[in-house]
Nanobody, 125 residues
């Protein structure tokens, strides 16, 4: 199977920075898109940032200019650099990856949708 392990969350003051990391391991042929989602208490999970294998990025309007997503394909790792954090950024952050586990699954476009365990980010005012 595939495991996504996140790290880097924690408590930070308003205006501070944090960097989240997510490493994928297991049976992996190729990883397509890698994303970061977040879920605040009482709210639905929302897409924060996404990056394709080629490095094309997309961001939620609420984090544009403050967050940067990047990845290292050789290490099967995705990062989320979060700057100028606000209390409304407080949430559990989840890593998501579209993983092809074999050549067959890649050429038949049959990926595994893998999720990390979630990592709490708390921004104090």
């Amino acid at each position: 199977q595939v495991q996504l392990v996140e790290s880097g969350g924690g408590l930070v003051q308003t205006g501070g920075s944090l960097r989240l990391s997510c490493v994928a391991s297991g049976i992996i042929f190729k990883i397509n898109a890698m994303d970061w989602y977040r879920q605040a208490p009482g709210k639905q999970r929302e897409l924060v940032a996404a990056i394709t294998r080629a490095g094309i990025t997309n961001y939620a309007d609420s984090v544009k200019g403050r967050f940067t997503i990047s990845r290292d394909n050789a290490k099967n790792t995705v990062y989320l650099q979060m700057n100028s954090l606000k209390p409304e950024d407080t949430a559990v952050y989840y890593c998501n990856a579209e993983v092809f586990q074999s050549r067959t699954s890649y050429y038949t476009n049959n990926p595994l949708d893998a999720w990390g365990q979630g990592n709490l980010v708390t921004v104090s005012s």
